[in-house]
Nanobody, 121 residues
Framework: QVQLVESGGGLVQAGDSLRVSCASS????????MGWYRQAPGKGREFVAG???????DYADSVKGRFTISRDNAKNTVYLQMNSLRPEDTAVYYC???????????????WGQGTQVTVSS
């Protein structure tokens, strides 16, 4: 069983930056594909960004060029740096882990509990 704990959400203004983190309890974290999804009020959960165990990254078109995903295998942690935030980025952000290695855009084994990010205009 893998536990994922997000942190770093909050309330910011449009144009600001914010970094959210996800700490994993998995003993073989370095072999997992990791990533982030988000869910805005009244909408479905959508893919935001993913990073493979080799460090290859993947982004949704809506965040490409503004968000950066990274991982620190020594700390069992994945990060999402969010720049130039927009009100439409307001959502609960969920950490996702894929132990099969195919990428979280395709498959998710474990979810975090989510962290709220609110961007005011």
């Amino acid at each position: 069983q893998v536990q994922l704990v997000e942190s770093g959400g909050g309330l910011v203004q449009a144009g600001d930056s914010l970094r959210v983190s996800c700490a994993s309890s998995g003993r073989t974290f370095s072999t997992y594909a990791m990533g982030w999804y988000r869910q805005a009020p009244g909408k479905g959960r959508e893919f935001v960004a993913g990073i493979s165990w080799t460090g290859k990254t993947d982004y949704a078109d809506s965040v490409k060029g503004r968000f950066t995903i990274s991982r620190d295998n020594a700390k069992n942690t994945v990060y999402l740096q969010m720049n130039s935030l927009r009100p439409e980025d307001t959502a609960v952000y969920y950490c996702a882990a894929d132990t099969r290695g195919v990428g979280v855009r395709i498959w998710v084994d474990y979810w975090g509990q989510g962290t709220q990010v609110t961007v005011s205009s």
